[in-house]
C-alpha cells in the first residue's frame, strides 16, 4: 500500500506540472482482449492435501489515461481476468477416489505509469502499477460446494509493442503480469486504444 501511495503522490505530481505538456498530450480510452493464465504451486483444500493449479481463459479490459508528452502517461486499467478452472482427483480410501474442481473469478483495478518509445508510426512501451484484485472462488467436491471471495493488491507491470494509426487509432500487443505471492499471474493482450 505505501509503494502504490507513492506512486499515487508522485503522478498527481506530475499532473501539476503544464510545461509538460505538449502536442501529444491528452487523454486517452480503450479496450483489450486477451488470454490470462494462473498458476499456483499448492492449494490447500484440507490439513495435509494441496494440488498444483493451472489454468488458463480469455480475460477482458477497458482503460482510460492522460498522456502529458508522448514519452509519459498514467493510465486505470479495469480487468476482468475470467474464471480459471482446474480439476484434480484425490483418494477418499485405498479403493475409492473422488474429483475435485476449483474455480477462481478475478477482476482488478490498476493504475499505471507508461512510459513510451515511439519508432515513427511503431512503439515500445512498458509499465509499473500496482494491482487491486477481487478473487472469488468455489470448490466443488462430493457432490457439495463451498464459495468464498477475497481481496488483496500487489505489484503489477507489463510491456507492449505497437503500431499508431490515422494519428489516433493505436494498436497494441502487451504482456502484463501481477506479482502475486507464491504463483505467477499473467495476461497476454491485444488492445486498442483511441488518442483524442
Not at 509503494?3 to 479496450?31: H, R, W
Not at 482427483?89 to 493504475?111: C, M, Q, V, Y
Not at 509493442?161 to 495476461?187: M, P, Q, R
Amino acid at each position: 500500500m505505501r509503494k502504490f501511495t507513492v506512486a499515487a503522490f508522485a503522478a498527481l505530481g506530475l499532473m501539476s506540472l503544464p510545461a509538460m505538456a505538449g502536442e501529444d498530450s491528452g487523454f486517452y480510452v480503450g479496450a483489450g482482449l486477451g488470454q490470462s493464465n494462473l498458476s499456483l504451486p499448492g492449494i490447500e483444500i484440507d490439513e495435509g492435501f494441496d494440488y498444483k493449479f493451472d489454468s488458463d481463459d480469455t480475460a477482458f479490459k477497458v482503460f482510460g489515461g492522460w498522456r502529458f508528452f508522448k514519452y509519459l502517461a498514467v493510465e486505470l486499467d479495469y480487468m476482468d481476468l475470467g474464471t480459471l478452472t482446474d480439476k484434480t482427483r484425490f483418494d477418499i480410501d485405498s479403493s475409492t477416489s473422488e474429483s475435485l474442481k476449483t474455480d477462481l473469478g478475478i477482476t482488478a483495478w490498476a493504475p499505471y505509469v507508461v512510459g513510451t518509445l515511439p519508432l515513427g508510426i511503431f512503439e515500445l512501451s512498458a509499465k509499473v502499477g500496482y494491482a487491486f484484485y477481487d478473487v472469488d472462488f468455489k470448490i466443488s467436491a462430493l457432490g457439495e460446494h463451498e464459495n468464498d471471495s477475497d481481496s488483496d493488491e500487489d505489484f503489477a507491470w507489463g510491456v507492449g509493442a505497437g503500431v499508431t494509426l490515422f494519428d489516433h487509432l493505436n494498436a497494441k500487443l502487451e504482456y502484463e503480469s501481477i506479482e502475486i505471492e507464491e504463483g505467477d499471474l499473467e495476461i497476454y493482450w491485444l488492445t486498442g486504444a483511441w488518442r483524442f
